[in-house]
């Protein structure tokens, strides 16, 4: 698979240092000692039932995150920030071990320590900040790429928005796919649509440099043989694969940007604290038929495949009411409408076909 060889099975240069592992615990915790530095963890709660994380757990500066709960917010930073401020001891990493939203947790907490206002100031892009604490990762589910790229998601009071900052991304990622294998079917499988998704887009952008548009199709090859081969049971060739695909998804969005289906799913998230990312987007690309006529179909027979219901907006308490606000919303994100309809994004992205969209949703 090209995996563990010495190659990188990526083209676009990445800020991170890739440490693929077959004992990625371990690896982490003898770099730890390597290094001498005084790491503090950020771990999804779930993963203190499975014995292959059972090392990191005899830790004490840790914080437990329930990623099931919700998504980060801005409000979760904070409170990390002010625990690791009050210890004895300076920590100088911070490290995420769990799914998209732990190291993105891990990642915003990582460079506010550096910065004294509340997290949600610094949703946005290119605001001046300092460079934090040093940030590893070691994922626990694939797809969404947060192990490399340098943007942490993050649910504020008033929106759902990356801190987007250079030192937001991760220094160190440790990859080891059968890390994974605690994950349940729900999240493999949308993890990996939303990992299809960016891919997708940013293959279908009018912005992405070229080599961003390489690691995505490779990326959309992988994510495809995983999607159209079932989810249902964790195996190893499969785990790899979505290891490399994600990985590709982090390299891809440092030269790429994805589009539409992004945008409209903001729109959706802001609407439903509940929502998770990678089902707002699917139900973005679902409505996006027009646009993205073989993204749609992917989808659907994604879907299909592996025995999944579709999702509805209503099940997450998204109804006919949310659709002035998803509007004004979906219309802010500017660079994805730009990404998709290349410059004379305003003729095409406008109002009424945004709402339109919504309106199908
Ligand atoms: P997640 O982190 O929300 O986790 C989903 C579920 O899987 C949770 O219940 C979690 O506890 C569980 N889980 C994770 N690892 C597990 C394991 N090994 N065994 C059992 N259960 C496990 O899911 P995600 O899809 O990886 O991340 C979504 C988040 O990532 C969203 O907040 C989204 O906004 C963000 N995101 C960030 C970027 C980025 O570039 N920073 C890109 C895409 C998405
Ligand atoms: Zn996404």
């Known amino acids: 698979e090209g995996f563990l060889s010495h190659q990188p099975w990526w083209r676009t240069g990445v800020p991170t240092e890739i440490i693929r592992s077959r004992e990625g615990v371990g690896e982490l915790l003898h770099r ?6 005084n790491p503090f963890f950020v771990v999804d709660s779930v993963l203190q ?12 500066a840790l914080f437990l995150f329930d990623a099931s709960a919700s998504e980060p917010k801005t409000g979760d930073v904070d409170t990390v920030v002010s625990i690791i401020k009050n210890r004895a001891k300076p920590h100088d990493v911070v490290v995420g071990i769990g799914g998209g939203g732990t190291m993105d947790l891990a990642k915003a907490v990582g460079i506010c320590l550096a910065n004294p206002d509340p997290a949600h100031t610094y949703q946005g892009y290119g605001l001046d900040m300092k460079k934090g604490a040093d940030i590893w990762v070691l994922p626990t589910l694939s797809g969404t790429g947060a192990e490399i790229t340098p943007i942490a998601v993050l649910r504020g009071p008033e929106k759902k928005l990356g801190i987007n900052n250079p030192y937001t991304a991760p220094s160190v990622a440790f990859i080891d796919p059968g890390l994974t294998s605690g994950v349940r079917k ?4 949308f993890t990996m649509m939303d990992c299809f998704f960016h891919h997708y887009e940013i293959t279908k952008s009018a912005t ?7 690691d995505a199709l490779d990326g959309i090859s992988l ?17 790899i694969r979505s290891a490399m695909a994600s990985v590709l998804g982090g390299s891809s ?8 289906a992004h945008a409209v799913s903001y729109g959706l998230s802001n609407s439903s604290p509940t929502l998770p990312h990678s089902v707002a987007v699917t139900l973005a690309m679902l409505s996006l038929g027009d646009l993205y006529p073989d993204g749609y179909e992917d989808t659907v027979s994604f879907l299909r495949i592996n025995g999944m219901d579709t999702p509805k907006a209503a099940d997450f308490g998204i109804g006919a009411g949310a659709v002035e606000k998803m509007t004004k919303t979906a219309l802010g994100m500017e660079k994805l409408w730009q990404s998709c309809f290349g410059v004379n994004w305003k003729e095409r992205a406008t109002e009424g ?6 309106e199908r949703i």
């Open 49 to 60: 039932d499975q014995p292959v994380f059972a090392p990191l757990f005899a830790h004490e």
């Open 208 to 214: 992405s440099s070229e080599t961003a548009v390489s």
């Open 353 to 358: 076909y945004i709402r339109g969209i919504y």
């Open 253 to 260: 969005t440092i030269g790429g940007r994805v589009g539409a």
């Open 223 to 239: 994510s495809r043989d995983v999607l159209t081969s079932g989810v249902e049971e964790f195996r190893m060739d499969n785990a």
């Open 32 to 37: 730890v000692k390597q290094v001498k530095k």
């Open 186 to 189: 729900y999240n493999r499988f």
